[in-house]
């Protein structure tokens, strides 16, 4: 007779037992447990709190910065009490103001300007001073003042001849056509040059400034006499001229 052949018994998961000695199969708990990788605890990661605490320092500084600032600017002005040049046209005389029939302009200007220090205790350095006469965006003089000093609680007047010549007159600003009828154009006049200013022992570095006069109304002058420019409506306006980066602010 052929032997007869018996399937392999399944194999046996290992016996659990009780209190009592009984043995009983393992749960399905018992079996995922004993195959689980066994927890570790890891170190939290710092980094998020060390930005968080950089950010409130850099914070924290830029305000202390700015209060600094602020305290240091309210001493200064209690201090010195600072307050910007002024200037005004004193006034201007035109010995010459004719237009060739070739559109060529030729001009002389007597021109004096008052500038006033209120500052009792600041000093301004002034370099030499550009002076350009235009009138409707036409140029029509242009000359300097030389370099000087404005003390405290000073005023000064300043003198200067301004000219042009053989200066191209085209009519699109309408000021051939003034001079033709003999009516009164506007004349703006501006200055620029650079200040140092001493405070104490302290000296800056020199800053460009830019001083506009407006409102001046002038007539061409008839014969060799000269005339004189209305003054009275005249407002000069201090800009200073920092230059950030292409653009002039």
């Not at 500052?119 to 350095?125: E, G, L, P, S």
């Not at 000087?148 to 085209?170: A, C, P, W, Y």
């Not at 800053?207 to 008839?222: D, E, H, L, Q």
Request: proline share 6%; hydrophobic share 35%.
């Amino acid at each position: 007779m052929a032997d007869k052949i018996h399937p392999a018994s399944k194999p046996t998961a290992p016996a659990t037992t009780t209190a009592t000695g009984a043995a009983f199969p393992p749960n399905k708990a018992q079996l995922y447990n004993s195959t689980r990788p066994v927890y570790r605890h890891q170190p939290r990661r710092i980094r998020r709190s060390c930005c968080c605490s950089c950010c409130l320092w850099i914070t924290f500084t830029i305000l202390l910065l700015i209060i600094i600032a602020a305290i240091a600017g309210g001493v200064f002005y209690v201090l010195y009490r600072p307050h910007r040049p002024s200037f005004s046209v004193s006034s201007l005389q035109i010995s010459q103001f004719n237009l060739t029939s070739s559109n060529q302009l030729n001009t002389k200007f007597n021109f004096t300007v008052t500038a006033r220090n209120p500052n009792k205790k600041i000093v301004f350095y002034y370099d030499p001073v550009s002076v350009n006469i235009n009138s409707k965006g036409i140029h029509v003089g242009d000359g300097t003042i030389p370099a000087f000093v404005m003390e405290k609680k000073n005023t000064t007047k300043l003198r200067s001849i301004v000219s042009t010549s053989g200066q191209s007159v085209d009519d699109n600003g309408g000021l051939k056509s003034d001079l033709k009828n003999k009516r009164r154009f506007p004349l703006t006049i501006q200055l620029d040059t650079k200040v140092k200013v001493k405070i104490g022992s302290i000296k800056t570095k020199k800053v460009p400034i830019r001083v506009v006069c407006t409102g001046i109304k002038a007539a061409a002058p008839a014969g060799k006499s000269a005339t004189t420019a209305t003054t009275s409506d005249v407002k000069c306006k201090v800009d200073l001229r920092i230059k950030i980066w292409k653009w002039t602010i």
